[in-house]
């Protein structure tokens, strides 16, 4: 924590799927590693993998930008991590090669996770496929303080914040979410869409939403 692992320039993006404590130290711009050829997450087109998250990133208020994916989203899972004081700007994600149920900037949050003084603007998140929001499924943790600004999200089945609480496994804590001049695109308008609860799992499961 006390020597963190400082991202200065979009091809050590790579390093996010370690246990790591990050920081940014300048603003990351994704555009040619993603939908360029020679860039390195390219990938034939589809651009970036998600990775899975086990660490804590510290944005510093830098933004990390122009992100292009097929494969739904920039995190897989993340799981008992911390990511906060950072911005999304212009990503352009979508589910064409995703073969998975949720789709998001994060599709599956869990373990006591934080989400905190984020911005998402100028994005696009298109899931023909799958469901969608800004998370896909969150098991447990909190958000705080999520701010969406000129944004698309669209798909199958869509929520703006979280499209399912599938199964909280102990509590999840949601308040301070603001949405401005973006767009919600399905049959289903939602904030938080499913919450589901499987009746044989025991445990604590408080949802706690506010502000």
Known sequence: KDDPFVIRKSSEMKYLNNNYH?????????KYET????????????????????????GKGYKISNLYS???????NVNNSSIKNISFDSFNLNDKNSNVSFNGIIRNF?????????????????????SCG????????????????????NGSNTSFLVSNLNNPIN????????VNDSVLSNNNY???DKISINSNLAGIRNINISD
């Open 22 to 30: 990050f920081e940014l130290g300048d603003d990351i711009d994704m």
């Open 35 to 58: 939908t360029n050829i020679y860039g390195d997450f390219y990938n034939s087109g589809r651009g970036w993998n998600p990775v899975d998250f086990n660490g804590h990133i510290d």
């Open 70 to 76: 097929e494969n739904g989203s920039l995190f897989n």
């Open 110 to 130: 869990n373990n006591e996770s934080l989400l905190s003084n984020v911005l998402v603007i100028n994005s696009k998140i298109n899931c023909e496929k799958t």
């Open 134 to 153: 800004l998370i896909g499924n969150m098991l447990d943790g909190s958000i705080n303080n999520v701010h969406v600004n000129k944004s698309n999200i």
């Open 171 to 178: 509590k999840i804590d949601i308040k301070n979410v603001f």
């Open 190 to 192: 939602y904030l938080i």
